[in-house]
């Protein structure tokens, strides 16, 4: 009997928490994995917005974070775009790929020993690295079509 009143009263609080919405939401687990152009991000800020609980991610890009259903959760990271998503009542697993904020760097302080500097930033940086890649390939190309006119240069002289 006492077995019986225990399960009831059990049951009955359950049933009670879950009707009552003056209750607290139950915390929960949210883990993913955060990329960035594929590649995992190491030391990505996962912060709950309006609370102190954050947390970030290791060098696997792995993180998990503590939080409830309404919850806006912030990814954070220097030269990419802030996101912040709002948990649902369903979110279990979150895996972001976080893309770059181009505008982000606008000037740059240079401090030498004696002298202080500012330094404009005239053309980013992402299309210096972008056309000096498509220069190396360029005269890549151009030395490997060389080699290649050469070698049948030499063939077609043998030939003879």
């Known amino acids: 009997?006492?077995?019986?009143?225990?399960?009831?009263?059990?049951?009955?609080?359950?049933?009670?928490?879950?009707?009552?919405?003056?209750?607290?939401?139950?915390?929960?687990?949210?883990?993913?994995?955060?990329?960035?152009?594929?590649?995992?991000?190491?030391?990505?800020?996962?912060?709950?917005?309006?609370?102190?609980?954050?947390?970030?991610?290791?060098?696997?890009?792995?993180?998990?974070?503590?939080?409830?259903?309404?919850?806006?959760?912030?990814?954070?990271?220097?030269?990419?775009?802030?996101?912040k998503i709002i948990i649902e009542d369903v979110t279990m697993t979150l895996n972001l790929d976080m893309s770059s904020d181009l505008n982000q760097l606008n000037e740059v302080f240079v401090k030498g020993e004696k002298e202080k500097r500012r330094i404009i930033i005239g053309v980013n940086f992402i299309?210096?690295?972008i056309l000096s890649v498509l220069v190396f390939r360029l005269l890549l190309l151009m030395v490997m079509t060389y080699q290649l006119s050469t070698q049948i240069y030499s063939q077609h002289l043998l030939a003879r």
């Open 1 to 83: 009997m006492i077995r019986v009143l225990l399960i009831f009263s059990l049951l009955l609080t359950t049933a009670l928490k879950a009707q009552n919405p003056n209750l607290p939401n139950k915390y929960r687990i949210v883990s993913g994995i955060v990329l960035s152009n594929g590649y995992p991000l190491k030391d990505v800020n996962v912060k709950v917005l309006d609370s102190e609980t954050s947390t970030i991610t290791n060098e696997r890009g792995f993180y998990a974070i503590n939080v409830q259903p309404g919850d806006r959760v912030s990814f954070t990271y220097t030269g990419l775009k802030d996101v």
């Open 127 to 129: 299309q210096i690295l």
